[in-house]
């Protein structure tokens, strides 16, 4: 995640130039190079907050943002909040599902697949 990706790079290593690179990266993945980066970046993101107590300045560094304000940016954009207030969120949901009885959230992925996650009557409000 540290290292700078160049399209360059990548299209070479397909033996492609690199406007058909794009064009077929795109074509495929239904988004750009960039944008998968960045949904790669976020992802891990996610699940650093998620299991660890590392610090968000520290996690922006480890996946390869030259800044926390990019990857606050970025988290922001595409998860509609802040990273410290998610880590908050998840980790408040875990702390109200273990009191009223209901299986705590496991990995980030199931807040939204929520097949792995039955809240009970009362914690149904906080989604």
């Known amino acids: 995640f540290t290292q700078k990706i160049y399209i360059k790079t990548?299209?070479?290593?397909?033996?492609?130039?690199?406007?058909?690179?794009?064009?077929?990266?795109?074509?495929?993945m239904h988004c750009t190079?960039?944008?998968?980066?960045n949904?790669?970046?976020i992802?891990?993101?996610c699940e650093l907050l998620f299991s660890t107590e590392i610090?968000?300045?520290?996690?922006?560094?480890?996946?390869?943002?030259e800044s926390v304000s990019s990857l606050n940016r970025?988290?922001?954009?595409?998860?509609?909040?802040t990273p410290l207030a998610w880590r908050k969120?998840?980790?408040?949901?875990?702390?109200?599902?273990?009191?009223?009885g209901c299986s705590p959230v496991k990995h980030p992925k199931d807040l939204k697949r929520r097949k792995h996650f039955e809240p009970c009557k009362e914690c149904s409000n906080l989604f």
């Not at 290593?13 to 077929?24: A, E, G, I, K, P």
């Not at 610090?55 to 943002?65: A, K, M, R, T, V």
Request: glycine content about 4%; hydrophobic content about 35%.
């Open 10 to 28: 990548l299209a070479d290593l397909c033996h492609m130039s690199c406007s058909s690179f794009r064009r077929n990266f795109k074509t495929v």
């Open 33 to 37: 190079v960039s944008e998968y980066i």
């Open 74 to 81: 970025y988290f922001q954009w595409m998860m509609g909040t």
């Open 43 to 45: 992802n891990k993101t």
């Open 89 to 100: 969120s998840v980790h408040n949901i875990n702390k109200n599902v273990s009191k009223k």
């Open 55 to 65: 610090p968000i300045l520290d996690i922006s560094n480890l996946i390869g943002y």
């Open 39 to 41: 949904k790669m970046r």
